[in-house]
Nanobody, 123 residues
Framework: QVQLAESGGGSVQAGGSLRLSCAAS?????MGWFRQAPGKEREGVAR????????YYAGSVEGRFSISLDKAKKTLYLQMNTLKPEDTAVYYCAAGYMVGEMCTLSWNAYRYWGQGTQVTVSS
């Protein structure tokens, strides 16, 4: 069983930055960040292959967000810069496995989830 706990959410003005952290009991091959805004479906934001270090971002956040992990601290991070009001959502970290030979941003490939942390960006 993988246990995940997010922290670092909060309220910020547009253009600001936040760093989310996710403490993990262990890493699985694929670690990801997802978000869900009110009335919207959960969407993948970024994922990292914990073995190779390869990363992938949703188009809406590419160039603004950065995913990383610290194996010694067993912590997954999401650095969010140049935040926009449309980034407002509950952010979840997740742990999962490859689909075929790669990690994806499909939520159903992730088996373990944190409880979520709220990020609110005001204009």
């Amino acid at each position: 069983q993988v246990q995940l706990a997010e922290s670092g959410g909060g309220s910020v003005q547009a253009g600001g930055s936040l760093r989310l952290s996710c403490a993990a009991s262990i890493f699985t091959t694929c670690m990801g960040w997802f978000r869900q805004a009110p009335g919207k479906e959960r969407e993948g934001v970024a994922r990292i292959n914990a073995l190779s270090g390869s990363t992938y971002y949703a188009g809406s956040v590419e160039g603004r967000f950065s995913i990383s992990l610290d194996k010694a601290k067993k912590t997954l991070y999401l650095q969010m810069n140049t935040l926009k009001p449309e980034d407002t959502a509950v952010y979840y970290c997740a742990a999962g496995y490859m689909v075929g030979e790669m990690c994806t941003l499909s939520w159903n490939a992730y088996r373990y989830w944190g409880q979520g942390t709220q990020v609110t960006v005001s204009s």
